[in-house]
C-alpha cells in the first residue's frame, strides 16, 4: 500500500511539474490584431526578457543558452529603469513576472518627521506610457505616531515621467 502511495505521489508531481513546464512555454503575444495603436508604441521585442542572472548584476549569456534562462513577465526597460529610479529607497519585494515594485517606508535625513513609501506596477510587456502605474504614499509624525497624508498627483506624475525617460534612454542605450 505504501508503495502505491507513493508511486501516486510521485506521478502527481511529476504532473503538476509538467503542467507548470507548459504553462510558463505558452507565453502569448500581446496585442494582437485588435490592439489599439498608439502613437507611445514600441514594437516588442524578442530580446526584451532579462535573464535572472542579470536581473541580480551576473554575466551575459549568449542567445543560445536562451531556453535554459527563466526571463521576466514585464517589459525589461521599464522595470531596470523602475528598479534605478526608487534605487534610494530601501526595497521590500519585487515580483519580476507580475510586474509590481514594492518599496518600504523612506525618510529624508533632512525631514525626519515625513516617509514616503512606493508601489511600482508594470503592466505590459511593451515600452508604452500606459504601461506603468506608481502609487506614491506618504505619512507624517504627529505626536510620536505616523499618520497617512495626501500625496499630491503630481508627485506619481513626476515618478512616472522619470521613469519612462530613463527607459527610453535604456532602450537607446541597446539600441546602439
Known sequence: MTMMRKTALATVALGVCLSFTACASLGGKPGGPS???SANT????????????????????????????AGIGVN??????????????PLA???????TIITDW???PQKPDERFKVTVYILDSRLRADALSVSVYKQVQQNG?????????QT??????AILSKARELRLSDVK
Open 35 to 37: 490592439a489599439p495603436a
Open 42 to 69: 514600441t514594437e516588442p521585442e524578442q530580446d526584451q526578457k532579462i535573464p535572472l542572472s542579470h536581473l541580480f548584476g551576473g554575466g551575459h549569456s549568449k542567445k543560445s543558452d536562451e531556453n535554459a534562462q
Open 76 to 89: 525589461a526597460y521599464l522595470w531596470r529603469a523602475s528598479l534605478e529610479t526608487i534605487s534610494f529607497m
Open 93 to 99: 519585494s519585487a515580483d519580476p513576472w507580475g510586474g
Open 106 to 108: 523612506y525618510a529624508n
Open 145 to 153: 505616531q505616523w499618520t497617512n497624508a495626501d500625496v499630491s498627483q
Open 156 to 161: 506619481q506624475i513626476d515618478m512616472e515621467n
